[in-house]
């Protein structure tokens, strides 16, 4: 096979290159042994956390959401636990207690990444209290988690910026449906 370069007809000037099996050989193998060479994407189970981690959670003070809110400063960038309503819809996530009032008394809620570690029955059942019935768009849950609460100094936080504080979760501990009627 010859492929002509150069604008020529081959023997007219124009450069050619032979194409041999020998070319073809070297890129296929090349090929194969970069696909084999790529490693798989690390599942949770491979992951390691640091041993220090689950001892930080054990020992995470228990703060009454009311108390976050009131003494925000006091516990900014702390792990802290506590137990609030979780509230879910298309653009927000956050928590919040009734008993708590006023204008800031909403939390943005987020994830951690170390959330995965969360037992898989518990985030199951979370998910089912959440969402009873499918489609879902909008849930509650009476929760008690531990994660880190972030006061004012760091935001605004959340959809439109529209929280002064915000919460990630790191591990959930319990979870039970909430009454519908309080936002």
Request: hydrophobic letters at 35%; one cysteine or more.
């Given at each position: 096979?010859?492929?002509?370069?150069?604008g020529?007809?081959?023997?007219?000037?124009g450069?050619?290159i032979?194409?041999?099996?020998?070319?073809?050989a070297?890129?296929?193998t090349a090929?194969?042994?970069?696909?084999s060479?790529?490693?798989q994407?690390?599942?949770?189970?491979d992951?390691?956390?640091?041993?220090?981690?689950?001892?930080?959670?054990?020992?995470?003070?228990?703060?009454?959401?009311?108390e976050?809110?009131?003494?925000?400063?006091r516990?900014?960038?702390?792990?802290?636990?506590?137990?609030?309503t979780f509230?879910r819809?298309m653009e927000?996530?956050?928590?919040?207690?009734?008993?708590?009032?006023?204008?800031?008394?909403?939390?943005?809620?987020?994830?951690?990444p170390?959330?995965?570690?969360?037992?898989?029955?518990?985030?199951?059942?979370?998910?089912?209290?959440?969402?009873?019935?499918?489609?879902?768009?909008?849930?509650?849950?009476?929760?008690?988690?531990?994660?880190?609460?972030?006061?004012?100094?760091?935001g605004?936080?959340?959809?439109?910026?529209?929280?002064?504080?915000?919460?990630?979760?790191?591990?959930?501990?319990?979870?039970?449906?909430?009454?519908t009627?309080?936002?």
């Amino acid at each position: 096979m010859r492929y002509v370069f150069g604008g020529g007809a081959a023997g007219l000037g124009g450069s050619t290159i032979k194409r041999t099996p020998t070319m073809g050989a070297l890129f296929f193998t090349a090929l194969l042994l970069s696909i084999s060479c790529v490693s798989q994407e690390p599942q949770v189970k491979d992951i390691q956390g640091p041993p220090s981690y689950s001892s930080t959670i054990k020992q995470a003070p228990t703060v009454p959401f009311c108390e976050l809110l009131r003494n925000s400063a006091r516990y900014d960038k702390r792990i802290v636990r506590t137990q609030a309503t979780f509230f879910r819809n298309m653009e927000n996530a956050y928590l919040y207690d009734p008993s708590c009032g006023g204008e800031n008394a909403y939390v943005w809620a987020e994830f951690d990444p170390a959330y995965v570690y969360t037992d898989d029955a518990l985030k199951k059942k979370f998910d089912q209290v959440l969402c009873p019935t499918q489609p879902c768009t909008i849930g509650r849950a009476q929760i008690t988690v531990v994660g880190r609460f972030e006061g004012p100094t760091g935001g605004p936080y959340g959809h439109l910026n529209d929280y002064s504080f915000r919460f990630s979760f790191i591990r959930l501990e319990q979870a039970d449906s909430a009454q519908t009627s309080n936002q």
